[in-house]
């Protein structure tokens, strides 16, 4: 059974470092593809950043490029999202989520090609 918990939300001030965490349990960890979404109040599902766990292949949205990193753990089954000088427009619930739709040169980077998700953490960004 495949569970993922995600952690590490919190309160924090502009230009502050934050780091998440989600470990994985239930399947080959170094064989999926992990991602972290995010929601903002009355906007839809966004992809931040993911990775494909089997080569360390990334994405990363626009808008946390040279700000946030993600990385793996495979001891640990556990992928991290590292949060640098976080911005209010960052205010969002945070899922962790894998999927097993990838390979080499694949990379999903929509909600959709997610199958399991985390329950969230909040983080939010004040000025």
């Known amino acids: 059974q495949v569970q993922l918990m995600d952690s590490g939300g919190n309160s924090v001030q502009a230009v502050e470092s934050l780091r998440l965490s989600c470990a994985a349990s239930?399947?080959?960890?170094?064989?999926?593809?992990m991602g972290w979404f995010r929601q903002a109040s009355g906007k839809d599902l966004q992809a931040v950043a993911t990775?494909?766990?089997?080569?360390?292949?990334?994405y990363f949205t626009d808008s946390v490029l040279g700000r946030f990193t993600i990385s793996q753990d495979n001891a640990n089954n556990a992928v991290y999202l590292q949060m640098n000088n976080v911005q209010p427009e960052d205010t969002a619930m945070y899922y962790c989520a894998a999927s097993n739709k990838c390979w080499v040169g694949y990379l999903p980077v929509d909600d959709d090609g997610y199958d399991y998700w985390g329950r969230g953490t909040q983080v939010t960004v004040s000025s």
């Open positions: 239930g399947f080959s960890f170094g064989t999926y593809c």
């Open positions: 990775i494909y766990t089997a080569d360390g292949t990334t």
